[in-house]
């Protein structure tokens, strides 16, 4: 049994090390600064926190591909014993930088997994700390781990790392704010893609294969957003009269909802599709709108696609539409 425990430790340290040093590294490359965001680097003077944190991001890979490559025969003997060692000595310092950073800044958080660690340093936090110091010091001893012959030999070892795994959870707050990041959506308002993007989106559409004969030239002429909507208008011609072929790209990072529409460029108005582009955009919306109300929910369709002066089509669907008239040349907006 202590045999099986000690065993554990090497593969959870190797993870947490392993996976310390690529959360720093990610945020490193998102904020463009190797120092950014790590708790214990703090400590340093502003000059020297780049080399601190990437010092302690080396050293982390250092010590989880040690903790792997002398698990076995192979690494046997006193480099299996200086890895580990260095891998307690690693961690009983860290508790110390800890606890000297909590009493000087006790607004920042650890860093010890890149832009999760952002909560102030608790006492669960310097728990965890000791809690991997001391599975550190307990692997010193542990002989070389002979290839598992069945499941066997595997379940001990197994069921000790599931029981520290689940432990360590518990004392770590990254657990809570990876948690309430999965579940959370961010409004689409709030959504700040570039016009590019957009329009690289847009042109990967069916919406746009579909009309794509109708297009006089493939830059838009303009580009505007309304909340969860952005328009890009493109030029185009229909039975020897000026026209904008008008798409509605709705703003989400995958797959998102592309509509059209053909408006006449000297009244506004909307002209009819020509039997050559294909269905009608409205065709796949009144389709998702039979569903019922089981079906997922979709983004609002704005009014003015398609739909006459007056109370719109969608209003009979449930959905309170209705569309305002402007002046001549100007397009109708939603109003809902």
Request: hydrophobic letters at 45%.
């Amino acid at each position: 049994m202590f045999r099986a425990l000690g065993q554990a430790q090497i593969p959870l340290l190797a993870a947490m090390l392993l996976g310390g040093c690529a959360a720093k590294l990610a945020r490193a490359i998102r904020r463009r600064s190797i120092d950014a965001g790590l708790g214990p680097t703090a400590l340093f003077p502003l000059k020297l926190r780049p080399w601190a944190a990437g010092t302690l991001a080396a050293v982390e890979f250092g010590m989880g591909i040690g903790l792997i490559v002398t698990v076995g025969t192979l690494g046997a003997g006193a480099p299996a014993t200086l890895v580990r060692l260095g891998t307690c000595l690693l961690f009983a310092v860290a508790t110390l930088a800890l606890i000297e950073l909590r009493s000087i800044r006790p607004d920042i958080g650890c860093g010890c997994f890149g832009e999760l660690s952002s909560t102030p340093i608790t006492g669960r936090t310097l728990a965890r700390s000791i809690l991997l110091a001391l599975a550190a010091l307990g692997a010193v001893g542990v002989d070389p781990i002979p290839p598992p012959r069945g499941f066997g030999d595997l379940a001990p070892m197994l069921l000790f790392l599931v029981i520290e795994l689940g432990v360590i959870g518990l004392l770590s707050p990254e657990v809570r704010d990876l948690l309430v990041r999965i579940g959370y959506s961010e409004p689409c308002e709030l959504r700040m893609p570039t016009p590019e993007h957009t329009l690289h989106a847009l042109r990967r559409s069916s919406q746009w294969r579909r009309h794509l004969t109708l297009l006089a030239r493939d830059d838009p002429i303009d580009c505007w957003r309304e909340l969860c909507w952005r328009y890009l208008a493109f030029p185009s011609r229909y039975n020897g009269r000026d026209a904008e072929l008008v798409f509605a790209v709705y703003l989400q990072n995958r797959r998102p909802v592309v509509l059209s529409v053909l408006v006449d460029g000297a009244t506004g108005a909307v002209i009819p599709w020509p039997v050559s582009s294909g269905r009608p955009v409205s065709w796949r919306w009144t389709r998702l709108l039979r569903r019922g109300a089981h079906a997922a929910p979709q983004p609002e369709l704005p009014a003015w696609l398609g739909e006459p002066p007056g109370q719109g089509r969608l209003a009979g669907q449930g959905i309170p539409v209705t569309v305002r008239q402007e002046q001549p040349g100007a397009r109708s907006s939603p109003v809902v």
